[in-house]
């Protein structure tokens, strides 16, 4: 999949998600945000004004969100972002009302929609992760021009071909065909236990 069907189904699957901004102390508040459209050009969602998140995306211009799929922790798809976000203020608020009319129960009068405008993650980089694979799921993909550099445990030249760290790895997702071996990213949790069990130090954290 490529981006866009990541952000597809964030909008039409998941659709409330937590997300993160960070206060005047530097600290990190999250907030329940619905994730109402998207398109080429990113996600897009709204606020009100008066709302301490909104000063907080104008005041910083990033976020960080996390929206949840499933009945349970072995049923979930996770899908997560973190990148720019801008206020593109209200030319779009009538298409995004459209497709979420439930907003009209919240601010039923055209006095009160005033207060709403549009924010748009025009920039960003993500992580789909389903756990109701086995072995388990893992991808990481960007939009608007950003470039995904996800951290990663890699085996390095060091290694020997000993085997140790597959005895560690919950997933089995070492490919040990070669020396150095090669830990298969899209099934990784993680976890470190490679790293850490190593006997020659050859796994690195990237």
């Known amino acids: 999949m490529d981006a866009s069907n990541y952000l597809n189904f964030i909008v039409r ?8 901004t960070v206060d005047d102390e530097g600290l990190p508040v999250t907030a329940a945000i619905d994730m109402m459209d998207f398109d080429e050009s990113g996600l897009y969602f709204l606020t009100a004004k008066g709302k301490g998140f909104y000063d907080r995306l104008k005041k910083r211009g990033v976020l960080a969100l996390t929206g949840i799929k499933g009945n349970d922790t072995m049923s979930r798809v996770a899908v997560s972002i973190k990148g720019k976000a801008e206020e593109i203020g209200s030319d779009v608020l009538p298409r995004l009302l459209e497709k979420n009319p439930y907003m009209y129960d919240i601010y039923p009068t055209e006095e009160s929609r005033k207060a709403l405008t549009v924010f748009r993650i025009f920039e960003g980089s993500g992580e789909w992760f389903d756990l109701s694979r086995k072995p388990i ?3 990481s993909f960007s939009f608007g021009g950003k470039t995904a550099e996800p951290e990663r445990y890699y085996i390095t030249d060091a290694c020997i071909g000993c085997e140790t760290c597959g005895a560690f790895c919950p997933q089995n997702c070492i490919d040990f065909s070669n020396v150095p071996a090669v830990i298969k990213q899209e099934h990784c949790l993680h976890c470190g236990n490679c790293m850490q069990n190593c006997p020659v130090g050859a796994v690195e954290r990237r």
Not at 13 to 20: G, K, P, Q, R, S
């Open 137 to 139: 799921e893992r991808v």
């Open 13 to 20: 699957n998941i659709h409330t998600t937590i997300v993160a």
